[in-house]
Every structure is written in C-alpha cells, then in structure tokens.
C-alpha cells in the first residue's frame, strides 16, 4: 500500500495552523502562570503584614494607643497633610519595626526611589490620583525582596465599612513589582487597611469605601479576592461576586 506524503503546500499549511494555535494559546499559559505568582506573592506579603501586626500589639498596643495625632476640625489643607505625614512616619515605625527594609522613602518626591511609580491606573485604563500629588508627600514608603511599600495615615479611626473596618488607621499599598509595568490596581498594586483589629485587605463583603463590584473598573477592591479565592479571574469573567461565582 502506497503511503501517502504530505506536499509542501500541506506541511506549510498545517505548521501556519499550528503557529495560529500557540499564538493563541502561549500569551494565556503566561497570563495564568504570572496571576499564580502574583497570588502566592501577596498571600505571602499578607502574611508578613499580619504578622508585624501581632509584633506591634504586643510591644505598643493596639492602633489606637499609638499616639496617632487627630486633626483639628477646621485646620488648613496643609495643617491636614502634616497631620497624615506625622502618622503614617509614625504608624510604619511602630507597625514595621523589625520589617527588614532596603529604604526608606518619607515624601513623594523620593515616592520612585523607594519603588512606587509616579502614575498608577484603573482597570479600565484610566490614571488614578489617589497616589500622586499633594496625597503622596503624606506617606512613607520602603522596599521589601522586589516589592514596595507605601502607608498614608487615614483620619483617626475613620469608618470604611461594618465590623472590623468600623476603625481604620492608615492604607497600605503594595506594588508587587515596584517601578515595574503594569503599575494598575489589582494587577500588581493591591491594598490593605490598618484596623484596630487586624490588617485586611480592601474588597471584603463588609466594604463599604472599595466594594468588589468596583474591582471591574478601579481595581483597587480587588485585594480580599486574590487573597480569599486564589485567583485574578476577575480580569476576564465580569459576572463574579461573594455571593455567588467565584471564578471563570
């Protein structure tokens, strides 16, 4: 029996398909293995957070008994970026004590020296401010094994949802991969808040500030899932929530 061979036409053919399917397939094995790194990274991150809080209430006591400055009702916009500046030097002092730092940035304008970028976007693209500009010479930030870390001091006890984020006491920000792209909310920068009780991530059902259904867009609510759920799915299935699908 004769066997038949494939004529080049064919065999070109078949290795254009072939090329067609691992164009297709490759940049989504990445994609999925790089979301795996970033989910053990900031459990990991998370879990040395919890416990520097452990460290810090048992030395100092907890966040209320830090000594953290409360702003007068009617002070000036600058009076008010002291106040936070004061804290947050404060806070990260007390709450990273024995956290071994590479260093450590207190204004903005060092902000890139210690790791964290200059812009930061939302999910959909769009610049976030929250960081840059006058907000940011409020903070301290320092380097951690590639990772950076900023800490802006929030109004003394200020509410961001029920439960446990009924007093909070600084945000938390970390960019996984410092200066590096992409630079935008629950790809590589996520969020935590300093509560009276503990350090949770921002997301969680009892949020009130940052909601899940707002990690779609911003990004910055993303963080609790990640942590929670063990995954970034929410970068392509629209549809997930708490109660209900938790991934694609």
Not at 24 to 37: H, I, R, S
Not at 91 to 110: H, Q, S
Not at 188 to 200: A, E, R, S
Request: charged residues 20%; aromatic residues 10%.
């Amino acid at each position: 029996m004769q066997k038949h061979a494939f004529t080049l036409s064919e065999t070109l053919i078949t290795l254009g398909i072939l090329g067609v399917v691992d164009s297709m397939t490759l940049p989504a094995v990445v994609n999925k293995y790089q979301e795996k790194v970033t989910v053990t990274k900031l459990k990991k991150i998370y879990s040395v957070f919890s416990q520097c809080y452990l460290s810090a209430t048992q030395k100092y006591g907890t966040p209320d008994e830090w000594g953290i400055s409360g702003r007068d009702a009617g002070s000036s916009d600058n009076n008010e970026e002291n106040y936070t500046a004061q804290n947050s030097i404060l806070i990260r002092n007390k709450l990273f004590e024995n956290f071994k730092k590479l260093k450590v940035c207190d204004n903005a304008k060092n902000q890139k020296a210690c790791g964290m970028s200059d812009i930061y976007y939302k999910m959909n693209g769009t610049v976030n401010t929250e960081i840059a500009g006058s907000t940011a010479k409020t903070s301290s930030t320092f380097l951690l094994d590639g990772s950076s870390i900023m800490l802006i001091a929030n109004p003394v006890g200020e509410y961001r949802g029920s439960g446990v984020l009924s007093e909070t006491y600084a945000i938390i920000y970390v960019d996984l991969n410092g200066v590096k792209s992409p630079n935008t909310y629950g790809k590589d920068l996520f969020m935590f808040y300093l509560t009276k009780q503990n350090i949770i991530p921002t997301g969680t059902q009892n949020e009130t500030i940052w909601p899940f259904s707002s990690c779609y867009t911003a990004g910055g609510a993303c963080t609790a899932w990640v942590i929670i759920n063990e995954n970034m799915d929410y970068l392509r299935c629209k549809d997930l929530s708490w109660n209900g699908k938790k991934k694609c």
